[in-house]
C-alpha cells in the first residue's frame, strides 16, 4: 500500500492487524505514486523479535519495527521523530515532552476536551517534526504508540511544553540551550554520521524557529488557560472559548 505522511509518499506492506488498521486513515489517494520512503521487515526478523519478548506478538512487534525503520530514514526529507504528545487547535500544533509518567498523553486530552471541536490529535506519542523552509511543522503517522491517537494532519508547530507534575499552574519559557537539550533528549535518528549531523542541524533550526517552555501544572482546564493563554489565562476560562474550569 502506499500512504502520505509528512508530506511524502510511504510504501509498506503490513501482514497483520494492527499495521495494517492504523494505516489506513494515511492512505494515499493514488496507489500508483513512486514512493519517496519505502518500509521493508524481514519476517524472521519479527520472528526472532518475538522470541525475544515473549510478552509481545508477531502484530505489535511488526507495527514498532515498522516506525523505527520510518523513523531512520526521514532525516533525509528534513524530518525527525519527537517522543511527545501533539495536538491540533484551530490549525496549529501544541506539543507535550516529558519524562515517561509526567502526564503528556494526559495533558492533550485535557486540551481536546477544553478546546472540543476545535482541537484533534496529531500524534500522541511519537510526532514527526518537518523542517519547510522558514516553518516548523508537526506531522502525525501511524506510530503512536499504544493507543490509536493519530491523524493525518500537518500543522506549524505554536509551542512545545516540558510538561512537570506541580499543585500550582505556571508556565515560563525555556532557554534555546534548555530547548535543545530537551529535544536531543526526546529524539531519535539513523547512526550513520552523515544522519546524525543532519539531525542535529535540524533539531537547532527547530529550537531557534518555536517558542519552547516550562510548564509546572496539575490536572485541570485552569492549566491548559495557563499554556495556551499566557497573559490572561482568566480572560480565556471566563471567554467561554473552552470547557469551563475543572
Given at each position: 500500500?502506499?500512504?502520505e505522511?509528512?508530506g511524502?509518499?510511504?510504501a509498506?506492506e ?12 494515511f ?6 505514486a513512486?514512493?519517496d520512503?519505502t ?6 526478523d ?16 511488526e ?16 524530518c ?10 484551530d490549525?496549529?500544533?501544541?506539543l507535550f515532552?516529558?519524562t515517561?509518567?509526567t502526564?503528556?498523553s494526559?495533558?492533550?486530552a485535557?486540551w ?15 510526532p ?10 508537526c ?11 493519530n ?6 508547530v505554536r509551542?512545545?511544553?516540558l ?8 508556565i ?5 540551550r ?8 526526546q ?7 552523515e ?16 517558542p ?13 488557560a ?6 490572561n ?10 470547557v469551563?474550569k475543572?
Open positions: 500500500m502506499i500512504c505522511m509528512c511524502l509518499t510511504v509498506l503490513p501482514k497483520y492487524a494492527a499495521l495494517q488498521k492504523r494505516s489506513r486513515k492512505l494515499a489517494k493514488n496507489q500508483a513512486v514512493p520512503i518500509i521493508e521487515l524481514n519476517q524472521a519479527i520472528e526472532e523479535n518475538v522470541q525475544k519478548n515473549p510478552h509481545s506478538n508477531l502484530q505489535t512487534i507495527y514498532g519495527m515498522a516506525g523505527m525503520n520510518f523513523f531512520e530514514q526521514i532525516t533525509p526529507f528534513d525527525f521523530v519527537l517522543h511527545a504528545s501533539a495536538v491540533d487547535v490549525g496549529e500544533g501544541y515532552c516529558g515517561s509518567g502526564g503528556k494526559t495533558h492533550a485535557l481536546l476536551h477544553a478546546f472540543a471541536e476545535r482541537a484533534k490529535y496529531i500524534n500522541d506519542d511519537k514527526i517534526i518537518k523542517i519547510a523552509g522558514e516553518e516548523v511543522l506531522c502525525g503517522t501511524p506510530f503512536s504508540g499504544k493507543n490509536d491517537f491523524s493525518p494532519t500537518i500543522s506549524p509551542a512545545v511544553y510538561l512537570e507534575q506541580s499543585p500550582q499552574n505556571h515560563e519559557p525555556l532557554s534555546k534548555e530547548a535543545l537539550a530537551l529535544v536531543l533528549a529524539s531519535h535518528s539513523a547512526k550513520s554520521h544522519a546524525v549531523l543532519k539531525h542535529l542541524q535540524l533539531v537547532e533550526k527547530a529550537v531557534t524557529k518555536i519552547f517552555f516550562r510548564l509546572k501544572c496539575n490536572i485541570s482546564t485552569e492549566a491548559v495557563v499554556a495556551y493563554h499566557m497573559k489565562p482568566d480572560e480565556l476560562l471566563k471567554s467561554g472559548k473552552i469551563g475543572s
